[in-house]
């Protein structure tokens, strides 16, 4: 007997590259409003490797 074993199907991106841009702005519009937010450390961040994302 011979089994045969499916491929898996090749994943796909769920973010467009200008999906990462409009989060990006999202966070920066946030990030100006809310500065002296002790969790806007976390924020900045996440808008740095959102940019990163984009560049790729």
Same mark, same amino acid.
């Given at each position: 007997?011979?089994?045969?074993?499916a491929?898996p199907?090749?994943?796909?991106?769920?973010?467009?590259?200008?999906?990462f +841009?409009?989060?990006?702005?999202?966070?920066?519009?946030?990030?100006?409003?809310?500065?002296d937010?002790?969790?806007?450390? +976390?924020?900045?961040?996440?808008?740095?490797?959102?940019?990163?994302?984009?560049?790729?």
């Open positions: 007997m011979t089994t045969m074993t491929e199907t090749r994943a796909r991106a769920v973010l467009s590259n200008e999906d +841009k409009l989060l990006q702005e999202a966070v920066r519009f946030y990030l100006q409003a809310h500065i937010d002790p969790i806007s450390s +976390k924020y900045s961040n996440l808008y740095h490797r959102l940019g990163s994302a984009v560049r790729r």
